[in-house]
């Protein structure tokens, strides 16, 4: 609480992420909330992405301590716990969604699409899971 209210400290907020139109309750959730556009969707070589994995069964995630700033969130549904999105021919097998739920044409959706800001208010953001085969 005093890390606050010292001088210099950034302020922060808060997030919820609200996961609709789940296919099953099978696996995980696995969600990557960035800020680096170079590291959407994948968070692999982002030291600052939070990832969280969650039972399928979840469909809220809160996430705490945010800096003000633009962010992005992808989200998988791992129905067979692997750890990674199943491909087809590079069509995904799994479901997939992402903040903002930008239209998906060929391949995931750049940052700027599924970009949003947050500030003093806390703030939520509601992704609809995709299924493609």
């Given at each position: 609480?005093?890390?606050?209210?010292?001088p210099g400290?950034?302020?922060?907020?808060t997030?919820d992420?609200?996961?609709?139109?789940?296919?099953s309750?099978?696996g995980?959730?696995?969600?990557?909330l960035?800020a680096?556009?170079k590291n959407f969707?994948?968070?692999?070589?982002?030291a600052?992405?939070v990832?969280?994995?969650?039972?399928?069964t979840?469909?809220k995630v809160?996430?705490?301590g945010l800096?003000?700033?633009?962010?992005?969130?992808?989200?998988i549904?791992?129905?067979n716990?692997?750890?990674r999105?199943?491909?087809?021919?590079?069509?995904?097998?799994?479901?997939?969604?992402f903040?903002?739920n930008?239209i998906?044409?060929?391949?995931?959706p750049?940052f700027a699409?599924a970009?949003f800001?947050?500030?003093?208010?806390?703030?939520s953001?509601?992704?609809l899971?995709?299924?493609?085969?």
């Open positions: 609480m005093l890390v606050g209210l010292l400290a950034a302020p922060t907020t997030l992420v609200s996961i609709d139109n789940v296919r309750d099978r995980e959730l696995r969600l990557c960035t680096d556009p969707p994948g968070c692999i070589d982002d600052h992405a990832t969280r994995s969650v039972p399928a979840l469909h809160h996430f705490d800096p003000y700033g633009s962010y992005a969130v992808a989200v549904h791992d129905a716990g692997n750890n999105l199943d491909t087809l021919l590079g069509i995904p097998r799994e479901g997939f969604g903040s903002r930008p998906i044409r060929f391949g995931a750049r699409a970009r800001n947050i500030g003093e208010a806390p703030d953001q509601e992704i899971m995709r299924y493609l085969l």
